[in-house]
């Protein structure tokens, strides 16, 4: 069978080897029941990621999506250190790691491998990919099935976000990982879907439903053509339909919060975009599978 020319810094063994020395982190982990509030790590800025977890709790999140990129709240090349300890802050903290997110578009880049493997072994069963349409080339779907292949090595998934703009469109998102392991691949779906500006239709959401295991959400107007980000529920984001949809297709994925939106009081207005996502949730999903705060 085909794999991927594995061209990481960690090679399949010392992968394995390094992860097995937190599978007891991962065995104490409990499988989320319904919906998982998440704040995308680099929207607290300047907080690192040792202080994450206590901080994530008081603004009133279940739990946190790392990014794992130069940048990022994980370094790739200090991952075998600073991404176990990224997982244990929010653990000790009571919280969930359900998702992390990579800008990761080939199997073939330095640290595919370890980054996936260490998230696999950790628990962080969703890790969301940056195949973009903005990025597409005629290696794309190759690479989608290398990433899918060293995500079941690692018993994780990788996800493709699906939106507008420069992302895959569901229908093509779900086009591109069609032929692929859907224990391996799936999709991210962004909440721009759901904005009137979009060009999506409901029936490409409802075709990609089955594929989705996260969603991604952030709100926005567009004047004279510019994006402008907001607030969430201060755009023009329909929420209510959002959640309707993943409601009844029993959605029961992380939903990552991300702030673009500039602000003199991050914790104040994290913790508002916190209060709102509660209120749509408590709308879309009977009290019995809300997940408790």
Same mark, same amino acid.
């Given at each position: ?31 989320? %029941? ?164 979009? !060009? ?22 567009? %004047?004279? !053509?510019?994006?402008?980000? %907001? ?63």
């Amino acid at each position: 069978m085909w794999g991927p020319s594995p061209k990481s810094r960690l090679s399949r063994r010392q992968a394995l080897l390094l992860a097995a020395a937190v599978l007891p982190l991962r065995a104490e982990r409990i499988k989320p %029941k319904g919906p998982i509030l998440c704040v995308l790590s680099d929207a607290l800025t300047g907080v690192w990621y040792a202080q994450i977890g206590e901080i994530v709790q008081q603004l009133g999140y279940d739990g946190v999506d790392f990014t794992m990129m130069r940048g990022g709240a994980v370094e790739p090349d200090k991952s075998p250190v600073d991404e176990v300890r990224a997982f244990e802050s929010v653990h000790g903290a009571g919280l969930e790691c359900p998702i992390a997110t990579t800008i990761l578009v080939s199997p073939n880049e330095p640290w595919a491998r370890n980054l996936l493997a260490l998230a696999g072994m950790t628990g962080v069963g969703l890790i969301r990919c940056g195949l973009k349409r903005s990025n597409a080339s005629v290696s794309t779907h190759q690479n989608a099935f290398g990433l899918a292949y060293f995500a079941h090595e690692y018993k994780t998934t990788v996800l493709v976000e699906a939106g507008s703009g420069g992302l895959y469109s569901p229908g093509d998102a779900r086009q591109l990982i069609a032929s692929l392991d859907p224990q391996s691949i799936g999709l991210a779906l962004n909440s721009d879907c759901f904005a009137e500006t979009s !060009g999506i239709t409901a029936g490409e959401i409802e075709a990609a439903l089955p594929f989705v295991r996260a969603a991604v959400v952030s709100d926005f107007v567009t %004047k004279d !053509g510019v994006r402008e980000s %907001k607030p969430l529920g201060k755009g023009s984001v329909d929420f209510a339909r959002m959640f309707g949809t993943l409601a009844k297709a029993d959605f029961r994925g992380p939903i990552t919060v991300e702030r673009h939106y500039k602000t003199p009081d991050e914790p104040g207005m994290l913790t508002k975009d916190a209060e709102f996502m509660r209120e749509q949730m408590r709308a879309a999903w009977p009290p019995t599978r809300q997940p408790a705060r």
